[in-house]
């Protein structure tokens, strides 16, 4: 993990897990692609992968017990104006 200190940038190795891990909102830097990477794109061949051939079991781990729509909301009441709310 690299964090950012007055110095510089710092390299932590997080040796065990759980960890709690944080970002700040120069994460996201969105990069722009241009019209010939999006050319090479189009052509370029996609690999079909199957889960069983890799082991993969995609068969659901939970159950649903209960499923239940929440009560109605009351009826609101209606004010002449806002001085009757406060």
């Known amino acids: 993990v ?14 065990s897990l759980p960890a709690v891990v ?16 999006i050319m090479k794109a189009k052509k370029k061949k996609v690999d079909t992968l199957v889960a069983e051939e890799m082991g ?10 209960e499923v239940f729509e929440p009560p ?8 002449e104006s806002v001085d009757q709310v406060l």
């Open 72 to 79: 109605p909301r009351k009826e609101g009441i209606m004010v």
């Open 2 to 15: 690299e964090r950012e200190t007055d110095s510089g940038t710092e390299t932590i190795s997080i040796p």
């Open 56 to 65: 993969v079991d995609l068969s659901p781990h939970n159950q649903v017990i």
């Open 22 to 37: 944080t970002c700040d909102l120069r994460l996201n830097e969105p990069r722009y692609a241009t019209l010939p990477n």
